[in-house]
């Protein structure tokens, strides 16, 4: 079976799907994998290192595309916010992030009428099971790590207390909304690098975890009883909750020299959470960085890979911090990816089994159908 | 006794000599404080919030040099790189930063003769009684700590080991050449953020403190019994001694994702320890920051105030690192340059006692004669 890794062509897009250690793994088990010139380019990685692990090295893009079984990508069909559909053979196999929200539904009727077989790893559920291929955590960790770094090299002040002969610096204040797989990285990072930290998050259920990495919970004394899916994403609330809960952050953001925010809720919009008004409250040279800016945001200036000077405030709006740390997003990538290639492979070629939870949950078309029973899920609950 | 704080007119300098809180212990003190407007912007600090303190704040910057018996400057005469001599009044005291290697004999003469009495803070004897007027100590501070969030941010790895069920990422490794200050603070900030750091110094003493840190100590067997000078910088060395080190420090710096460098010797142009050969041997993506970029770079390549691409690494040459954390940085700068005056007040005016050792150690200008003894010592060891 041919493993095909086409590159990424989205613009800025620096990750690959597979990184050399991870394709001679698969190479072991007896797969054939095929790579385009400059796939790794991004991530720095030469065609040298994956022929040197067995990869052939093919000079045309679009040759690894008719010449693969499955393709491995890290954002296609509606991941892509170019539009562009790849050239993706009939009968073949493409496993990445596809974006299974954004996709039109007249796209998944074409590749499915050419029995095209899409996995959407966004899909994976959230279960033990499931973990080591769950490209969204892996990914929305290195956007918390990054998100924090970002707004240090930002802030005009340092993040520890210091401690001189000219006397004590105070600690940078950090407050995090949206205590996720992100969030809670955000807080980590913002931790090791000695600030103070509170965080805020819709389930009370976090708190815990939020102090166990040593910040502070913010309390609000809300209706939350229903705050987390069965699926352990936040879940969108009524206008009238987030009305209250604006209120109660006031504070917390203006007592903030740093806002990281990341609250998202799969294939919705962004709530906003942080509004301008609470923005008017923070000292001049305030930071905020908004995890949730693809969705539109959680703060009200924010604009997607944009950087807006909001009065005095600067509000980073990022959509791809993973693709600022390509090495190590694209080594995290290609071991779930693998590991999602192998929990289906039977005897060197992939076993499409719907009654196996994980197949069922990412399929988005197989046999000549279009099938996303989440996607159709959520959209619902939402 | 009027004190004035004119502002900085360097571009890019966004630090203040004096900031609101400082000023206020100056105005308790009795003393008339002159503040020209816009001085505070750059680090964040209204006019108004100098007039709440008692400052007075005047809208031309001649008249705050015109009427002030005392300037403070983050950075005038030699500590300017566009030459510009401010209009500093006959009769007048100025304390700042005053670049005292760089500063012309004529300018100094110039200035002696409308006596003018100068006081350049970079010649503070490193002593237990001037370490809280240390603003060469505060600064390198801050550039360290800036150092390694540049270097982090650039850098397409995470720094911190993550453990993750899609598998481990080594953390990053970071070798920082020269462990004064800058070295020490760039080494506890790396160790914060989760790298592995090694640590080089031509001075065997900072060994254990570098090991304090948690940092391996690169021990090379060179000759080094005289690394250290009394004023407890490092001393330049010859040309063989560097060609040595070079090749022992060659595997240390192929090994590292992260090279900080901070080797300056004062006055003297920063030696060449980091060559294009040592470059050639990092991975693709490794990025280098050459603190000692105003002196012409620790790093072969390095430009001041340039991002340079040497191959597949990048190296960062900034010159003026803690004005980008501005706010912390004239706070501390602040209290060092409060603590300076306060040191020499005696009932409510200044009291120049050339057997002060401080007094001495710092005085360029005084009573119409140029003196300038560490200037000159300096020049003379190096």
Redesign the interface.
Known sequence: MKIGVPGETVVGE?RVALVPPVARRLVERGLDVLVATGAGTG??W?DDEYAAVGCTVLDDRAAVFERSDVVLQVRGLGARPDGEVDPYREGGTVVGMLGPYAVEDATLEALAARRVTLFALELLPRTGRA????VL??MA??GG?KAV??A??A????F?M?M????T?QPASVFVVGAGVAGLQAIA?AR???ARVRAYDVRPAVKEEVESLGAGFVELDLETAEAATGGGYAREQDPEFYREQREAMTDAVGAADVVVTSAAVPGRPAPTLVTEAMLDGM???SVVVDLAAAGGGNCEPTRPDETVEYG?VTVFGPTNLPA?????AS??FA??VA?FLEHLLRDGSLHVDIDDEIVDATLLTHDGTVRAPNRRDEADAA
């Open positions: 620096t991530s720095d030469s973990q080591s291929m769950d955590t892996s960790s290195l790590y770094v970002v240090a090299d802030l005009p002040k340092l520890p210091q001189t002969a000219a006397g610096i990072t090791r690098l000695g000292a001049a040279g005095d600022t740390v390509p090495r190590t080594q995290l071991n779930n590991n």
